[in-house]
């Protein structure tokens, strides 16, 4: 077994085992956790040997079974795969930290199972990241999937298992009727489904098929969140923070909007992208989300909703980067799609923490909080800065990149739409920071309802994700330039 | 086609077929269950005698032991059990069936269109396969009945499914009725038919005739109509007389249920062990020509059966033999067991004579 | 018109067998509704005799060529038909049918047997053997 | 000379069946179970016989006279002890004949009525 | 096939006689059966014969992948004169997958049997399961269109009897029964008629010799008439969308074992005989193809919708099952029905994925319902917890149905979309995509039940089924997932199957 394959099944077994020792030792809290935590530092070890050798430019492979010609369970590692991997475990070391403080500080029932979840979720999330093809890829996909439902209905109540229902059937059912069959068309045609570079699909397919393939597949990825199958996304919302925050940042909508890229990258390639007017559609439909969403967070109070939806809005930009005929749409969705992540689990682990202290949730309750529990609206106001796209952030070199992108080849709707979002943005996001951290003093600031307030360890995961933001500011370039194999014109060329 | 030939056994089987529709039709009109029966039991009749028109001997007999004797005798021991008030007819429930009989009718007169006129000689039912036989049959087989030598011997392997379908239904039978509550039948508190002498006598003469009878349709299988499901037939009315006269208990006290199932299923044995001693003797399964071994054929003095030339014969005649002696064991066995199944359910007053 | 004439077994056939069906489909009763399926099996084999039957044949019981029966059947038909589809000299019907009607009879009587006994054993359970009643006895019951 | 036999036994078997459909008219007309049983197993011997002779006659004497003498035979053997079972069964259920005065036993006269009549009820 | 050279020693001797003997064996096992004395020793009988049943069609199925085709003329007679089995691919895939769910419900039995059928009756009850068995295993081998009714009806006969046997349990099964019994019946004299009318038109019984006729023949009333008949008849055995009247009842009534050998392997072999009118008697392109676009195809479509709604909303779980099957069926025509290499072979797929995964959930039900009395979805309440082993077979096999991937189900799937695509059929894509996503409610209902919901008050606590029942279930579970993982056996015997058939034009 070479050292590629080690890697490989590393990064699958170690969520598997973090599981199963989970599952084993559920009884003893500590021990639980502490093992919990090792297993995600040496996943993250693991990981980032995997993203170093891609990039040294031997990717692992390894071939697991072949159920059935032209259909192999296999990875195989490729940059924007072990970018994604890299992401996951990072932010799922830090999420298992914050969930930790979270969980002990509202007492939550049946924790055993929520961490037994969370890895399992890990485990497609590692297997979507390394699949070598469409059928592994789609297989990953629905464990998260399974995987994240029970964390979805949590609470075990009658408005959970609605959210719940919402959530597996828009996403399976997405998945069986618009993806299955999306994979095979891919299959009947190519004879295979396996990612290569330029693309599989031969360049003269027949665009009709090119059309039905690229909106099946599409569309069939619900975890990007486009209008019209977003719904599962808010109703999430159900859920307590720190699964808020992996399926928003870390897991579920990144494989969404993952899958979205590859397909592009890999299935289709820049040329028929380029060649297939469906792309041209979901890209209208993308910037169509992109408003929409920004428009409907604007108008939402509880905070997690304004979250949820912003997400909804962001996941947009990346999936019009994945259909931007331009190929450097291609490494700015990549990274925007960890910028975002980073940013976003901060937000997110700022409003759980907001919740864990005070119990407010909404966003009119907060003024003044801010004079409270001046750090985590710090690093609220940080997050924000980036998601928005200001400098000292990363998400102003993403953004950037979009924007250039979507200019250079010509679709000034798109860029329109997203110039637009991020004035919206503005909007949705600041005033929050703002009216917490500098609105004069009132009797209404709320108080804590937890003797001591933000628990430990949610605080240090905020902190570590915000330094993140700012950190990326300056590792942007790295990316872009780790990225560059995506597309076929490098950075300095895109500007218009 | 032949003019005066086929007049007169034509004339003959409109008339039949004219009569069997207006049996029929009596039957879909009348409500009283015993008079379908029995009107079942007189279109079997009409029909037999409309297979002897239509040169089916074996079939006319078959029918004719099984139509009018074996399905009628069960179909009142079922009503005798069920004691049905009389049929009920609703309208409404009678016209979809309507429907979907004047349906299916035209598809079937669409069909028929297709085929050759009724008697050609030449119509490829006629011509292909079933002339073959008729001309084979000496050669291959060598016994004047075509259609027990093609029962028996060509198509034996039909035959074996024909008589597991029979043991399959003595097994039915018995699993719906030959257990539970009732199958124990006590003592009836007063001898049944004891006022029946004439029955009894009667009885008493015919028994051992219906017997030989039955053997005689079995060995005669071969020359004749005959064969060893009639002879099963006829030696399972020996039992059943018995138990309608003399009652039930005496009958199964004298031949118990279990027995008979065993003889059932011996008879399945007796059949497919035929077929694999021809195997063992390095044939095909009921391949008669190698039912003895060679040192034993060779034993078997030529010409024995009149003709020296196929000695192999002697082969087929006591594959069929046996095979038949099969089917008569299973076939009587089983009418035995499903007449002990719908009698036993019954309260005593079966056992008397009705 | 020729049609019906030469095709008048095969309709008659047709009419018993769609007597047999509708009986069995347009009553509740289920002794009736076997009754109607054994009518309808027996009118099938009908028509295979039907099929088999050659004008001026005998049974399919060989006979020498120089018995008095022999001649007496030849006497009645013209030596060229006999020559032309007699076997040695005598004129049979189709053996094929008969034999898979004695064994689909055989099938048929089986059927009425089981059929038969396992509505005694509804009787038994159901109190009734209309098939409309034993709806409403289950339509009552959890479950359904 | 054959046509003699020819119409002989032509004439046998005609008669034979003409007594039979009587006795089929009989078992429709006749008031009650006794009488009708009477009309059907006696037209049946004797129907029956007639036929069997006239058949005799036209085969020759041959072996199949010998099959027909034993199917005469077995006639004559159940038809009666058919109709003398039918008439007890009828008696023990208590049918009362219509024709002709004779008692009966108190106490039989109503035992088991139920198939009896279905048996009474054949005739269409 | 190297697996079975592998694991696989037969006498040649044996071997040349295999064909006959993987039918007679039962028949002769079956005798034994209603001799044998006590239930024990009828079930050992059982299981015995079921071996050596499927020894033989191992033996056979390695003799067709050598030879292609395997004649075997019964009684030294060559055809059309006398009758002849003969096995193309097809038949020896069902009847490996016939002779191996056979043997699992045998080994089942020992156990299942105790707690639905009376004692006295399993020595019978042996005897008739291993009738049905042989019937199955007739009806797959013969050659000879009026030797199939016989099998037909071997089976059928069996099949009645037992299914009525478990108003043991259950009163329903006798009317039941009693229908499926008049359905029956009436499809197969039906399918007797159609053979009548092909025999009146070619004048033979044998399917190759007929085959030749048909060709010669060219269009005729009765041959068209008659294939119409065939198909009905024998669609009423295969529950073909509006003639499957007869099927939840049955299997929801019938003994578990019965409900297992059923699901897995009588409409199996209805489809079989279907299969080999059209493709291999009837000439490629002709009529039968042309019915079967025209008629069978649409109505696959509304069973596979319709009764999958009807799954949905029923309330026991058998019926679930029973409605399940034949939506399934539907999907197996479907493919059929393209009559393409691709979508032929992806029909037997499917045909031999859903006869495993079936197996698997009623034989779970059976297991489950041996210590608690459980038939409507309430009553499977949390019974995952209390019965884990039989629960987890249960679903695999409710995985495979709706299609979860490295499951045989998944493959079954995608190779039949595949094959729809092959033959740019959209409308039956659709079809099937909607279909499964109806399938995966109610799976998800049931899987929710055993899994995620507590079990009602004063409900009866289940315990794990005996050892006897764990372990043909677990098997056939595991068949379910081996195939899933590595599919290289169906897939070749189907695709051998498909080749051999559409490849067998005349």
Known sequence: MTVGELLILLALGLPLFAALVTFAVGRMPDVRETLMLVACI?????????????????????????????????????????????????????????????????????????????????????????????????????????????????????????????????????????????????????????????????????????????????????????????????????????????????????????????????????????????????????????????????????????????????????????????????????????VHAVAKITLFMCAGAIYVATGVTRVSQMAGAGRRMPVVFTLFLIASLSLIGLPPTAGM?????????????????????????SLLSIGYLLPVAFRALFAPPTSLAPDFVRPGGTPGPALVAAILTGIGCIGLFTGAEYIADYLEPLGAITLLETAP | MNAIALEASFALNVALLLMLVAIAAAIAWTRSLVAAILLMGVYSLASAVWLVVMDAADVAFTEAVVGAGVSTVVLLGATLLVRPGPVRVDWRRAIAPAVLVVGVGALLVLAVSGLASFGDPSSPANAHVGRSYLVETPNDIGIPNVVTAVLASYRGF?????????????????????????????????????HHVVLRVTARLLIPLIILFAFYVLFHGDLGAGGGFQAGVILAVAPILHALVFGLHATTAAIPAGFVRGVAALGVLVFAGVGVVCMANGGGFLDYDRLFMPRVEAMIPPGLLGDPTHSHNWGQHFGILLVEVGVLLTVSSTMVTIFYGFAGRATHDVGSAR | MNFVVTHFNYLAVIVLMMTGLYVLFATGNLIKRMIGLALFQTSTALLYISLGKVAGGTAAIKIYPDSPEAQALAAQLDPAYVAQFGVSGVVYSNPLPHVLILTAIVVGVATLAVGLSIAVRIREAYGTIEADEIEAVRAREPGE | MADAIHWIGGGLVFAGTLLTLLGGVGVVRFPDVYTRIHAASLTDTGGATLVLIGLGILSGFTLETLKLAFVWAFVMLTTPAAANALANAAFSAGHKPRIGAFQIMKGESSEGAGPAQRDGGVAP | MTLFEAIYVTPPALTAQAPIL??????????????????????????????????????????????????????????PLGIALRIDALGATLALLIASVGLLGALYSGHALSSEVYPGKHGLFQAGYLLCLAGFLGLVFTGDAFNAFVFLEVSSIGTYALVAVGEARDRRALPAAFNYLIFGTVGATFYVLGVGFLYGATGTLNLVDMSVRLAALGDNFAVQAGLAFIVAGLGVKAA????????????????????????????????????????????????????????????????????????????????????????????????????????????????????LMKGALFMGVGALAISVKARTVEEFYGLGREAPWSAAAFAVGAASLAGVPLTMGFLAKWSLIAGALEAGALWVVATLAVGSLLTLVYVGRLLEAMFFRAPLPGATRAHEAPFGVLVPLLVMAGLSVWFGVDSSLPESLSRASATGLIGSAR
């Open chain 1, 42 to 338: 040496a996943l993250c070890i693991i990981t980032m040997s995997i993203f170093v050798r891609a990039g040294a430019g031997d990717p692992p492979e390894m071939m697991i079974a072949q159920p059935m010609a032209g259909l192999e369970f296999a990875f195989r590692i490729e940059p924007l795969g072990a970018l994604f991997g890299v992401m996951a475990s990072v932010l799922w070391a830090i999420n298992s930290l914050f969930s930790i403080g979270y969980m002990r500080g509202k007492r939550e029932p049946s924790q055993t199972r929520f961490y037994m979840c969370f890895s399992l979720a890990m485990f497609g999330v590692m297997g979507i990241a390394m699949a070598a093809n469409l059928f592994t890829l789609f297989v990953f996909y629905e464990i998260l999937t399974l995987a994240t439902y029970p964390l979805v209905t949590h609470k075990g109540d009658a408005a959970a298992r609605r959210a719940g229902r919402i959530y597996l059937g828009t996403l399976v059912g997405a998945s069986v009727v618009l993806f299955v069959p999306g994979i095979i068309g891919v299959a009947s045609i190519a004879g295979s489904t396996t990612f290569t570079p330029g693309g599989l699909l031969p360049g003269g397919t027949d665009p009709a098929i090119g059309n039905m393939l690229l909106l099946l597949l599409v569309f069939g990825a619900a975890k990007a969140a486009l209008i019209p199958l977003h719904g599962w996304l808010p109703a999430a919302m159900v859920a307590p923070a720190p699964v808020s925050a992996l399926l928003h940042a870390v897991a579920v909508v990144k494989a969404g909007v993952f899958t979205i890229l590859k397909v592009s990258a890999y299935i289709f390639g820049p040329e028929l992208i380029t060649a297939l007017p469906a792309a041209t559609w979901v890209l209208w439909v993308a910037a169509a989300t992109i408003v929409i969403a920004s428009l409907v967070a604007l108008s939402k109070d509880d905070l997690k909703a304004r979250l949820a939806w912003s997400t909804v809005g962001q996941l947009a930009y990346i999936s019009s980067a994945a259909m931007l005929p331009f190929a450097t749409g291609l490494a700015a969705g990549g990274m925007h799609m960890v």
């Open chain 1, 397 to 421: 070199w993403s953004k950037l990149l979009l924007v250039n992108a979507s200019f250079g080849s010509g679709e000034w709707a798109t860029a329109a739409a997203m110039i637009a979002s």
């Open chain 2, 158 to 194: 039909d035959t074996l499914g024909e008589t597991v379908v029979i043991f399959a239904a003595g097994i039915g039978v018995a699993l719906m009725l030959g257990f539970g509550p009732r199958s124990s039948l006590p003592q009836p508190p007063v001898q049944p038919g004891e």
């Open chain 5, 22 to 79: 993987v039918v007679a064996g039962p028949l002769i096992g079956a005798s034994a059966a209603a001799l044998s004395p006590g239930a024990r020793t009828a079930w050992m009988v059982s299981v015995l014969t079921a071996a050596f049943a499927l020894w033989m069609s191992v033996a056979v199925v390695t003799e067709v992948a050598r030879e292609g085709v395997v004649d075997y003329a019964l009684g030294g007679f060559a055809p």
């Open chain 5, 240 to 355: 073909i969308f509006p003639l499957h009247g007869w099927l939840p009842g049955a299997y929801a009534g019938a003994p578990s074992l019965v409900s297992v050998f059923l699901a897995a392997t009588a409409t199996k072999s209805a489809i079989y005989l279907i299969v080999r009118f059209v493709f291999d008697v009837f000439p490629t392109g002709g009529f039968g193809q042309t019915f079967l676009a025209l008629i069978v195809a649409p109505l696959a479509a509304a069973a596979a919708i319709v009764c999958s709604v009807q799954a949905i909303f029923e309330k026991e779980v058998r019926r679930i099952l029973a409605f399940s099957s034949v939506a399934q069926v539907g999907f197996i025509m479907l493919g059929i029905s393209l009559a393409t290499t691709g979508g032929l072979s992806a029909g037997v797929f499917y045909l031999v994925a859903h006869a």
